[in-house]
């Protein structure tokens, strides 16, 4: 089932996303008289994507879904992504609002979105972001006033939201987040669903212009006005941003995937020219390049990096299904514990993986790769933004060192070390970086530590814990090694993510220190 279910999405990608990624590269989404009008092909590919059921894979048998688990989902999304990664912009916070819509909205908006939605009729933006206040949820301006009909009115401009409009779906409902008066407090934050019309009445729901990107071009990124718009409350007043956080897990396992799907294209491509592109070599004829030596590093290391991405896209997703559907509540908690440690950790490794990957296949095409003929330039514009949205690198740092390692009593490192060790077993490489990682975390937590200095040194822990949780995977990976070349993939590509994680880990773990005695020092004197 699984192998027809990949092979599958395989067919759809190759019939609709290949075409559908060139016109959208290089056309886009545009603002046409107010609306946001797609490019050729991009409602059909829709209206095949919808009704092959791909919205369906993971979402709860109740809700008309399969119930597949997440991992299997991820691996669908990576095929898609890999051929058109903006495509995949529109699905990702449909799953992340049905999870919303899910634990927080009433029985009636439940009734009235919940099928629509996973039927892909219907579409869903976030709406987190404003022009002075991006991730600094505490300063937005947008406010909501209760009517005497229990609905909302909801007036402020929000930007960077993908698909903000879009002429494909019936309907766009938009989850807000807006200052409310709760119990006397004028600035609590509430979380909304805005639609963007009522039947053949529009909301007050404005596009103010989509933005000119150095990649994604295909998914139109909107600036919106809301002027008294109506809205409804999801879940509690004044508890906006713990509820969004719901969707926090399914928006950061997304981005890696999306990296992971890049990263893989541009293996691809920069594998077949290697062995098709001859250069050099002794005899008369000259070899393929992928025969000599720096190329072949080149390649290994990103497989080395794709593969263990993957495997921790994996982890991450089992962790999480096991979190929420385990009959164990031991094993819910530690699987909940050890999600939250991997998913800062593998959002950005998505980014990262996906870059690098893009600019090592160029290094490898040379000025070939430079061209609009080849399609790793594309890889790396679209890849750069990942390592931005739904939080930048030095967000996901402090949230790893300070809400998973020095708060909740260290219960998501914990989880992480006693997984690790179990696979540490007879590798003295996995064991001795574990231990290097405790030091680390046990110095940057020690007396006298002020929160400017671990500040300062969270980013370099967080490349140390990434590089640990690559090296635990690289043990798994090795484990697969069997004569057939699947097998003698994985197993190279294990053998150097702990050749890497061996290499850089006592820069890394030093980086971290430094940073949280030295840098923030520095800051002063610039």
């Known amino acids: 089932m699984i192998a027809d279910i990949l092979h599958s999405a395989g067919r759809y990608t190759n019939d609709h996303l290949v075409p559908l990624n060139h016109v959208g590269d290089r056309v886009g989404s545009v603002l046409d008289n107010g609306r946001v009008r797609t490019p050729v092909g ?20 109740e809700d008309g879904g399969m119930g597949l688990p997440s991992s299997l989902a991820s691996a669908v999304q990576e095929i898609m992504d890999s051929a058109c990664p903006a495509f995949g912009m529109m ?23 919940i099928d629509p939605l996973t039927q892909g009729t219907w579409s869903t933006t976030i709406c987190i972001s404003e022009p002075d206040a991006g991730s600094d949820i505490r300063r937005i301006r947008t406010r909501a006033t209760q009517q005497d009909d229990g609905s909302w009115l909801v007036t402020g401009e929000k930007c960077w939201i993908s698909f903000g409009d879009q002429d494909i779906t019936d309907r766009i409902g938009h989850c807000l987040l807006a200052k409310t008066d709760v119990d006397g407090n004028p600035d609590a934050i509430s979380l909304f669903l805005v639609p963007d019309r009522f039947g053949d009445r529009r909301n007050n729901v404005i596009v103010r212009r989509v933005e000119e990107k150095l990649g994604l071009h295909l998914s139109p990124t ?10 409804f409350l999801l879940g509690e007043p004044g508890r906006g941003l713990p509820q969004l956080f719901v969707m926090i897990a399914q928006m950061r396992l997304a981005t890696a995937v999306q990296g992971a799907g890049i990263a893989a294209k541009a293996y691809a491509v920069a594998r077949q020219y290697a062995a098709e592109r001859r250069q050099g070599g002794t005899g008369a004829v000259a070899v393929p390049i992928e025969d000599h030596a720096d190329i072949q590093r080149l390649l290994l290391q990103m497989a080395g990096r794709l593969e263990t991405l993957r495997g921790l896209i994996h982890a991450t997703a089992n962790a999480l299904d096991l ?38 296949a160029i290094q490898i095409l040379g000025g070939a790769g430079y061209t609009k003929e080849w399609p790793v330039e594309q890889c790396l514009r679209d890849a750069r933004v990942l390592t931005l949205f739904e939080g930048t690198t030095g967000m996901q740092a402090q949230d790893l060192l300070f809400r998973r390692l020095l708060g909740s009593d260290g219960a998501a490192f914990q989880a992480f070390l006693a997984t690790a060790r179990e696979d540490a077993r007879g590798c003295a490489q996995l064991a001795s970086a574990l231990d290097q990682l405790e030091e680390t975390a046990a110095a940057l937590d020690a007396a ?19 590089d640990i949780a690559c090296g635990w995977i690289g043990v798994r990976l090795k484990r697969e090694e069997t004569v057939d070349p699947v097998g003698r993939h994985l197993a190279a590509a294990g053998q150097s993510a702990l050749q890497e994680m061996t290499t850089g880990l006592s820069f890394r773990s030093n980086s971290a220190l430094f940073g949280a005695s030295s840098i923030s020092r520095f800051g002063e004197l610039l």
């Open 42 to 61: 991009h409602q059909e590919a829709w209206a095949a994507f919808r009704d092959g059921g791909w919205l369906l894979l993971d979402a709860r048998p």
């Open 448 to 466: 006298g530590m002020t929160r400017r200095d671990q500040e300062a040194g969270a980013t370099a822990f967080l490349t140390l814990a990434s």
């Open 323 to 360: 979190a929420e559907k385990s009959p164990d509540q031991a094993t819910r908690d530690h699987h909940a514990a050890l999600a939250s440690w991997l998913l800062p950790i593998v959002k950005t490794l998505g980014g990262e993986v996906a870059f690098r990957g893009a600019s090592d």
């Open 91 to 113: 699905p990702v916070p449909i799953w992340a609002a049905l999870k919303l819509i899910t634990a927080f909205g009433d029985e009636a908006i439940q009734q009235e979105w």
């Open 222 to 231: 909107c600036a919106l006005g809301f002027e008294e718009a109506t809205g």
